[in-house]
């Protein structure tokens, strides 16, 4: 496959990767807004959509980040198994968990502390990925400064949910 073409199918998949993950964060605003102040558990439709889009997101995360793993593996194909590594760790322990919790098998305390553990592998993911692309000219320089800074984030949170207790002591304070 040419790299024009593994291009143009990266840019379409990343473009269909975020635009079910901004669907999943509409579902996550609705139920906020408009469920979880009713109290009805028999009526959480936006809590449980906002709960399946991770799962249904899945697959297209994985496309992007084969898709850029072949992109990226002639210029540092060291630093590029190792993001597209994170990568897929990160998205597979996200889809797993919200597997587990629609299916009732994890509580929301054990699906928000497996959310923050895959911070901790997408957040470098990111940083990698946009690490490689800077330096490549892949990508225009202030993608990769926001991608950057969206793994920095992620890192963050990830991290600072272990320094501060997790989710009960983070919420119990």
Not at 68 to 84: D, M, P, T, V, W
Not at 100 to 124: A, N
Request: hydrophobic share 55%; glycine share 8%.
């Amino acid at each position: 496959m040419s790299t024009d073409l593994l291009r143009r199918y990266a840019g379409w998949s990343a473009l269909a990767a975020g635009s079910v993950a901004i669907l999943g964060l509409v579902f996550l605003i609705l139920f906020f807004a408009l469920e979880l102040p009713q109290g009805s558990a028999s009526t959480l439709r936006f809590g449980y959509l906002s709960d399946v889009t991770p799962i249904i997101n899945a697959p297209i995360n994985v496309i992007v980040i084969v898709m850029i793993l072949l992109l990226q593996r002639k210029h540092a194909s060291s630093l590029s198994i190792l993001a597209a590594s994170l990568g897929l760790a990160g998205i597979l322990l996200t889809a797993w968990t919200n597997i587990r919790f629609v299916s009732e098998k994890i509580s929301l305390e054990e699906q928000v502390q497996l959310f923050y553990i895959s911070l901790v592998f997408l957040g470098p993911w990111h940083i990698l990925v946009n690490s490689v692309a800077r330096h490549n000219c892949a990508l225009p320089s202030r993608l990769t400064i926001f991608g950057s800074w969206v793994g920095i984030g992620q890192g963050i949170l990830g991290i600072s949910s272990f320094l501060l207790g997790g989710y009960d002591d983070i919420f119990s304070s």
